[in-house]
């Protein structure tokens, strides 16, 4: 329960704040515009809070389903306008300021993920170096050559920092190539080129762990297994694992490092594993059952505990990455701009069958990514909400009707014919816009569902 609470309140604050960053642009520009506001809504439904303020008493509202809100203005299609207030009206307005009020929402939701990626970038973050482990064999990483310990210096001259950065940059450079350059130097400073082949990346529609598909996994420290931290309200606090304990063995195995422990255990979600332990030269057995926990497309255990890393170890395998003001606006600027394309890129592909329809995330993923994200730190929990703000603001680019991109192509249709569409017109396209909204989200639900208690 307290790990769920948590969760919720980690997609709780993040959507929230999303939201309200949203309307907020629809808000300021179309009272920049001298649009009478009527009211400014968090969430859909049953309204839970209202108040009244300013000198036009909009009505600012907090409601019960937290999946989205809105802005209401003053329009005479919906309600008859006192005469000395018909210029404040939103269809009174030019059909630019109208796509101006329209696109500001989506815009704000680019400029907050602008603005997080370069405090977080500004700031800095103590990030995984980019060092390859031993690839699985019959994977592209094999067939390139690639041996463990190499760490990646640039992917097709394109410097690379972190691991977040090549998992990125690979991600990115899959939608278009079928084969990257890697340049790579292993623990003794030789430098070797590495041509790692991309076309598997969608052998299943881009479902899954695309790195694992590729066979590019981190380097497994090999570090002792022994436990650092036990996190509250976990598998391994219950089955009264403490911090200083050695794992001896797995249901009659002996484990060699913390990183075998590791792989047992997510390969082990939900079957109860023995542990064969140390505790200051005494020797016990523990029964632990690993949570299920999804991510990435993949289910695996987790027992919430942390290894105890050595200061040396630590060193060898992370570093803390930091920008200046100007770096880190160019690099914030550029990363919400590749993310915007490979979000439509993406959704794109989807439509022409190129990307399966399994990888459609609905709010129970996205809570779940929100929790995980938190759990890791601040600043992993700022990058998650940047990546969802991008989302947010193509998703309603889209020209769906019901959403901004919908009526900006009412507002061009509008220019083309020089007049607006009917209203009868808009009725009928907003009820379709409105079905197949509800057609996404019922998939993505199912998906959501099918991932945390299907089989695969």
């Not at 642009?25 to 859909?44: D, N």
């Not at 590019?216 to 570090?223: C, E, K, R, Y």
């Not at 509008?414 to 017109?425: F, N, T």
């Amino acid at each position: 329960m307290g790990q769920f609470l948590f969760y919720a309140a980690a997609f709780i604050v993040a959507l929230g704040i999303l939201v309200v960053v949203h309307e907020l642009g629809h808000f300021l520009v179309a009272r920049w515009c001298g649009v009478k506001i009527l009211r400014f809504s968090v969430g859909f439904g049953p309204v839970l809070w209202q108040r009244r303020y300013g000198v036009d008493q909009t009505e600012w509202a907090v409601s019960a389903i937290p999946l989205g809100g809105y802005v209401k203005m003053l329009d005479e299609r919906e309600a008859v306008v006192d005469e000395h207030e018909v210029a404040r009206a939103f269809n009174r307005q030019s059909v630019g300021r109208r796509s101006l009020i329209v696109v500001a929402g989506p815009l704000a939701n680019f400029l907050l993920a602008i603005f997080l990626y370069w405090g977080v970038f500004m700031l800095g973050s103590d990030e995984l170096l980019p060092i390859l482990g031993n690839p699985p064999v019959d994977t592209p990483a094999a067939e390139a050559g690639i041996l463990a310990g190499e760490q990646v210096r640039s992917i097709d001259g394109e410097p690379v920092v972190s691991w977040s950065d090549l998992r990125w940059i690979l991600l990115h450079q899959a939608m278009n190539k079928k084969e990257v350059t890697l340049d790579v130097v292993n623990a003794r400073g030789e430098s070797s080129l590495r041509r790692l082949a991309l076309d598997r990346v969608d052998d299943d529609g881009w479902e899954g762990d695309v790195l694992a598909r590729l066979g590019v996994q981190f380097i497994g420290p090999d570090l002792p297994a022994v436990i650092g931290t036990v996190a509250a309200d976990t598998p391994g606090a219950r089955a009264g694992l403490q911090a200083g304990d050695r794992v001896l063995a797995v249901d009659g195995k002996a484990v060699v490092n913390w990183y075998q422990f590791v792989q047992v255990v997510r390969k082990s979600p939900g079957k109860q594993l023995k542990l064969q332990m140390e505790r200051q030269r005494r020797y016990f057995v523990a029964a632990v059952t690993p949570e299920e926990v999804y991510e990435r497309g993949l289910r695996f255990g987790r027992i919430g505990v942390a290894v105890a890393q050595s200061p040396e170890g630590e060193r060898a395998l992370r570093s803390f990455v930091r920008y200046g003001p100007l770096a880190a606006a160019e690099k914030a600027l550029r990363e919400t701009w590749e993310k915007s394309w490979f979000s439509l890129a993406m959704i794109g592909k989807m439509l022409i069958g190129e990307v399966s329809w399994k990888t459609l995330s609905g709010p129970v993923t996205i809570a779940d990514y929100a929790g995980q994200s938190a759990r890791l730190g601040l600043d992993y929990y700022i990058k998650f909400m940047a990546l969802i703000s991008i989302s947010l603001g193509v998703l309603n680019l889209l020209p769906i009707p019901v959403l901004d991109g919908g009526h900006l192509v009412y507002h061009a249709v509008e220019v083309i014919r020089g007049k607006p569409l009917s209203l009868r017109v808009v009725a009928l396209t907003q009820q379709i816009g409105m079905a197949i909204l509800f057609a996404l989200m019922a998939f993505a639900l199912f998906n959501d569902f099918t991932r945390l208690f299907g089989d695969s």
